[in-house]
Every structure is written in structure tokens, then in C-alpha cells.
């Protein structure tokens, strides 16, 4: 009988250690910050048939990418109100995509060392609707506190980096 229950703890506790020995050595991140969604949409003139990231320090930088995505149309909304004092603003954009039914959905925003975290998920349309066969241009512009970072990521939801840059 006492032969049997061994196997049994043994594996009882490997399990329960099991969260520890594939963490050990990785560095936690910290709580999620405080972040503001100050523009998203599908439709823009920006035209990058690749993903893009790029950070805003100051107004007038972000009167450009703005601008560009807004540059066809008749009604152009004004530049949105950012404190840039405080913060900074990260674009993203998914770039070129198929159809409509597309959407950038950040996760979250975390720090990590000196570098802010942003994961986002590229939402598709479900396989079987109907979209309208228009090529789209996902984006997003993400509103960060300034903290003396150094870098910026955009991670998948699941934390791989999709890319990095310095501030």
C-alpha cells in the first residue's frame, strides 16, 4: 500500500512546483499603467502595407501620422487632446489588411525595466461572415504616462515582441 502512494506524491508535488521552475529566472512585470485608447479605426489614408509603431512625443509630431489617417474623407476630426507633458503617445497600426472585419484590440500596457509593454490582439472577422472586400488599415493610438522610460514594445497578447523602440 505504501509503495503506491509515492508515485502518487511525487507527482502531487512536481505539479504543485511546476509554476516556479518555468518561471524561475524570468522577471515578473509589473501592474498593468494607466493608458488611454485616444483614436482607433480601420479605414485610414496612412497606407502602410506593414505594421507600424511609432512614438509621439510632442503635438506636433502627432498632428502628422493624424493628419495622414484622416487626409480623405469630409468631415476630419480635430487632433485629439493629449497632455504631452505627461504623456506620450504610441501608434499602431496593423497595416494592410484584406477586408473590413479587422481591429486592433490592446490586451494591456505593462512596464518592464525601463521599457512600456503594449499588447494588443489583431481581431479578425469570424470565417463564416460577409465583410465588405475593401482593403482596411487597422490603427490605434495609445496614450502612455511619461516615467522616464526607455523603450516601447508591442507584444502579442501572449508577450512576444513584434517590435521595439527606443524613446
Do not use: C
Not at 509630431?61 to 505627461?86: A, C, N, Q, W, Y
Request: aromatic share 10%; proline share 8%; net charge neutral.
Amino acid at each position: 500500500m505504501r509503495k503506491k502512494r509515492l508515485p502518487i506524491t511525487v507527482l502531487v508535488l512536481l505539479l504543485l512546483a511546476l509554476p516556479a521552475l518555468l518561471f524561475a529566472g524570468k522577471k515578473p512585470e509589473q501592474e498593468q499603467l494607466a493608458y488611454d485608447i485616444v483614436e482607433e479605426g480601420t479605414n485610414m489614408d496612412y497606407r502602410n502595407r506593414e505594421p507600424d509603431i511609432v512614438v509621439i512625443q510632442d503635438e506636433g509630431k502627432f498632428r502628422d501620422p493624424h493628419t495622414r489617417i484622416h487626409r480623405i474623407g469630409t468631415s476630419k476630426p480635430p487632433l485629439p487632446e493629449v497632455d504631452f507633458s505627461t504623456r506620450f503617445v504610441v501608434f499602431l497600426t496593423y497595416g494592410e489588411q484584406p477586408s473590413a472585419g479587422y481591429f486592433i484590440q490592446v490586451r494591456s500596457v505593462v512596464e518592464r525595466d525601463d521599457t512600456v509593454v503594449i499588447k494588443t490582439l489583431l481581431k479578425e472577422p469570424p470565417q463564416d461572415s460577409y465583410q465588405a472586400q475593401a482593403v482596411t488599415h487597422p490603427y490605434v493610438f495609445v496614450a502612455v504616462p511619461r516615467n522616464g522610460y526607455a523603450r516601447v514594445e508591442w507584444a502579442s497578447a501572449v508577450g512576444e515582441v513584434l517590435y521595439s523602440r527606443p524613446l
